[in-house]
């Protein structure tokens, strides 16, 4: 469905349009998660269940309009899951530009999902709040990453937005580190407000970095091995707590801080060896 839906958008304007469809998704997420849990409390599970299911429903419509929309790219052979990764793999391969940004969206990815596996535990522990400061950290950063993403979808803010993947990146994997020392509750909402901004942003950065590199006819493809990708990213993060037990979640937010930053700066040795985007 992203893979048909960028398609239609030139590829000058894909980065815009990236960072705006990014905003409404932080908001679909934020009024989505707000609306159940309201539903929850005044009619049950059970119904607003059902709400949602209905609401689901009624988009297929929608959808179903997206898919037959008539695309500028060639109509692509019928692949299977195997033959469609390999074909991904091999164009990645030959193009470093296209791989390193790739590689970027399952970073980004790995900060979000260990920052929201460990702050339960890092807010009980380090600390020592309950369910409202968790509550008003979740809300300060989902609130402070929507208005970053309004600001950046602003045209000449959007245009330096690919220049700039690679230190949002650096800046979101760096603020896991910088958050794992705070123990003040003031403070830790003031960092992860800050955090908020930079991983909205740097996921934006780097989900529009990867539709601008890549052949519009294999946009698809690549987008589904890249989720491939921050699936087994994200395997493995859930398994940290796991295979070390006996580490805090400040630990694992500090060692995970610090191996996101090698491989971003390991990122970067590698686009400067490789061939420059085509524009």
């Known amino acids: 469905m992203s893979g048909i839906l960028q398609s239609l958008i030139p590829e000058t304007e894909r980065m815009r349009f990236n960072l705006r469809l990014s905003f409404f998704n932080q908001a679909g997420m934020a009024l989505g998660t707000g609306a159940a849990g309201y539903g929850i409390a005044h009619v049950g599970s059970a119904t607003t269940a059902a709400l949602f299911a209905f609401v689901a429903i009624s988009v297929l419509p929608l959808l179903r309009n997206l898919t037959a929309y008539p695309t500028r790219t060639h109509a692509a052979k019928r692949l299977n899951l195997f033959s469609a ?3 991904a793999i091999n164009y990645l391969l030959n193009e470093p530009q296209s791989l390193s940004a790739s590689v970027a969206v399952g970073l980004v990815f790995a900060v979000i999902q260990i920052t929201n596996l460990l702050l339960p535990g890092f807010v009980i522990h380090s ?3 309950g369910s409202r400061l968790f509550g008003t950290l979740e809300m300060t ?25 690679t230190p949002l990146v650096a800046g979101a994997a760096g603020s896991l580190l910088v958050l794992s020392f705070a123990t003040d509750p003031l403070v830790a909402i003031v960092l992860y407000t800050v955090a908020g901004m930079l991983w909205n942003l740097s996921r934006a950065a780097a989900n529009g970095h990867l539709l601008t590199v890549v052949d519009s006819a294999l946009i698809g493809r690549v987008q589904a091995f890249t989720s491939v990708l921050t699936g ?3 395997a493995l993060i859930f398994l940290l707590p796991t295979l070390l ?22 990122l970067g040795l590698w686009n400067g060896r490789g061939r420059p985007a085509r524009t």
């Open 232 to 234: 087994a990213v994200g």
């Open 127 to 129: 600390l020592g709040g």
């Open 85 to 87: 990764s390999r074909e």
């Open 245 to 266: 037990p006996n580490t805090t979640e400040a630990q694992l937010y500090m060692a995970c801080g610090v191996m996101i930053l090698v491989a971003t700066a390991l």
């Open 141 to 165: 950063a989902a609130i402070a990453g929507m208005a970053a993403l309004a600001a950046a979808g602003i045209p000449a803010l959007a245009r330096r937005m690919a220049r700039m993947t």
